[in-house]
């Protein structure tokens, strides 16, 4: 989440107005104390003098002066800001990935339109192409962030905003819901994973085919007993809920619960036997699963990669 270290052409120009404004400070800082110190040092009562120095009132040259600089310092900091403003939402300009991102209470739903991939919390990019992400929320105001690939852009019911940028280094790379949105935003995490062109199109290919499952699996069978079909999909079974994140490849992600707990057997468990307490205010709620139907259901759920 280092925000001085930036992986994509967004996050580096958003570095590089933070240093011109940085700079400045610095350079308006030492100039300012340099010259109060100069000029208490200098006026000071020196010796026998008494009474006020001689009262000085107005100086046109320097008023002018001291208006015209800041202007050109604020024009210096505004037009590239306003300019990477209007970049950094700008409709990709080339053959881009498209990737519809939905904010959920409190996940995120990810859609690849173009490429018929569905997934959750996990968001693949192909390293040095364009990516433009369309933010929406069909609930509250929530707000991507992933510090190092690109800025805070809130995600509003009603209406799309957009984030385009293009990666400039492998690797996994961690984001988090921006806008406060309930009980859980802070346990509203992201993961993007900047991977090779060829690697990006294997994951489509991975992420496109229906789940490694049948609909006997007696894993399914006690998915859909428990009800968990009425909220999930699974590509492949008759398992087509939409409230929640689609399964179909659940397993293949590193974490589950929204970035909060690492894929395995304990954590799977632990979350299904009782979501709110792993995310409070969770919109799944606790099945009063048995333990049993837990871990064939858990166990199941990490086959599906
Ligand atoms: Cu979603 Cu905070």
Not at 214 to 226: C, I, K, L, M, Y
């Amino acid at each position: 989440m280092n925000t001085l270290e930036g992986h994509s052409d967004i996050a580096n120009g958003i570095l590089d107005i933070y240093a011109r404004i940085t700079w400045w400070s610095v350079i308006l800082f030492i100039l300012v104390q340099g010259l109060l110190i100069y000029v208490v040092m200098r006026y000071r009562v020196k010796g026998t003098e008494q009474g006020n120095p001689e009262q000085v009132h107005g100086n046109t040259r320097l008023e002018v002066a001291w208006t015209i600089v800041p202007v050109f310092i604020l024009l210096h900091i505004a037009i590239p800001t306003v300019a990477f403003v209007f970049k950094s939402q700008a409709p990709a300009v080339e053959d881009a990935v498209i990737v519809q991102a939905t904010g959920k209470q409190w996940w995120f739903h990810f859609e690849y339109p173009e490429l018929g991939v569905v997934t959750a919390n996990e968001m693949h990019v192909p390293l040095g192409q364009q990516v433009e992400v369309r933010l929406a929320s069909d609930n509250v105001i929530h707000s991507l962030w992933a510090p190092q690939l690109f800025a805070k852009r809130d995600m509003i019911p009603g209406r799309i905003n957009r984030i385009t940028f293009r990666a400039e280094k492998l690797g996994m790379y961690l984001g988090q819901c921006a806008e406060y949105c309930g009980d859980s935003h802070a346990l509203m995490k992201f993961r993007v994973f900047v991977d090779t062109p060829e690697d990006f199109l294997k994951w489509v290919d991975a992420q496109k085919s229906p789940a490694v499952t049948t609909a006997e699996d007696p894993g399914f069978v006690a998915f859909s007993q428990a009800g968990c079909v009425a909220c999930h999909t699974v590509g492949g079974t008759p398992a087509a809920g939409t409230q929640g994140p689609d399964l179909t490849h659940v397993g293949s992600r590193t974490r589950i619960a929204s970035g909060i707990l690492d894929t395995n057997a304990d954590n799977m468990h632990r979350w299904l036997v009782d979501p709110p307490a792993v995310k409070p205010g969770s919109k799944m709620p606790n099945l009063n699963l048995t333990a049993e139907n837990a871990q064939t259901i858990s166990n199941w759920l990490l086959t599906l990669k």
